[in-house]
């Protein structure tokens, strides 16, 4: 505005005058920015500075409590992890103490089963051999029985016909060695006695038999040790 006034008033742009008024505008100017600088730090910057402060501070808040959770999380999960590996450890050691158990629980089953079946072959045995011993006695006892009625028939028969108990032996009585007080008593009854007598007859022949019970029964008792042996 004010070139064209100097323009017309004939001057030149670098003249004295034109100078001046510039001069005099970039003073202005100057002037016009401090004092608006310093209004603007008086009236704006310092709220705007404050607001940026607080919400630093805030922001700096969030970080810390931010990074205490991050803290709090990071021990809990180290805590988590060392309750797990405690956990882990624990089931661990009870696995095995109950495996230890039940291994042991198993050997001793295994071992009260053998006892058992150890018990149950003894008696097994016991009963049979108990059984085996009654079934020999009761096959001796009637084979003495038909051995004493095969004899009192037999010495019947011999007396009938007059013999005396040296030929009775010698003709088919069992007796290996027979007691010569029974040979004698059996003598006299035979002898001195009515043969339909027989009282005196069984009385004779019972002592026979006695004595060839004696012997089997030796004989038994060896038989039954040899076959233990």
């Known amino acids: 505005m004010y070139f064209p006034i100097l323009a017309d008033a004939g001057g030149g742009v670098f003249s004295p005058e034109n100078l001046a008024g ?4 970039a003073i202005v100017t100057i002037i016009g920015f401090i004092i608006t600088v310093v209004i603007l730090k008086k009236l704006l910057y310092k709220p705007v500075l404050n607001v940026i402060h607080k919400r630093q501070h805030q922001i700096d808040d969030q970080l810390n409590q931010v990074k205490e ?6 021990s809990k999960e180290h805590q988590v992890q060392m309750q797990a590996d405690e956990a882990q450890e624990k089931v661990r050691q009870l696995l ?7 291994t042991q629980q198993r050997q001793t089953i295994i071992e009260e089963a053998q006892a058992e079946a150890s018990r149950i072959i003894d008696r097994g045995k016991k009963e049979t051999e108990r059984r085996r011993v009654q079934f020999d006695e009761l096959v001796y006892n009637e084979a003495v029985k038909i051995a004493v009625a095969a004899v009192k028939k037999y010495i019947i028969a011999q007396i009938a016909e007059g013999a005396t108990t040296e030929e009775m032996i010698a003709g ?12 004698e008593k059996s003598d006299a009854v035979t002898k001195g006695a009515d043969h339909s007598d027989e009282v005196e007859l069984t009385a004779v022949m019972s002592d026979l038999v006695k004595q060839s019970q004696t012997e089997v029964k030796t004989e038994h008792a060896e038989t039954l ?5």
């Open 22 to 25: 510039y001069l005099a505008t």
């Open 69 to 74: 959770m991050t803290e709090a999380v990071t």
């Open 96 to 102: 095995a103490t109950a495996q230890k158990q039940a």
């Open 172 to 183: 088919g009585c069992s007796v290996k060695t027979v007691n010569p007080d029974v040979v």
């Open 225 to 229: 040790q040899n076959e233990e042996v």
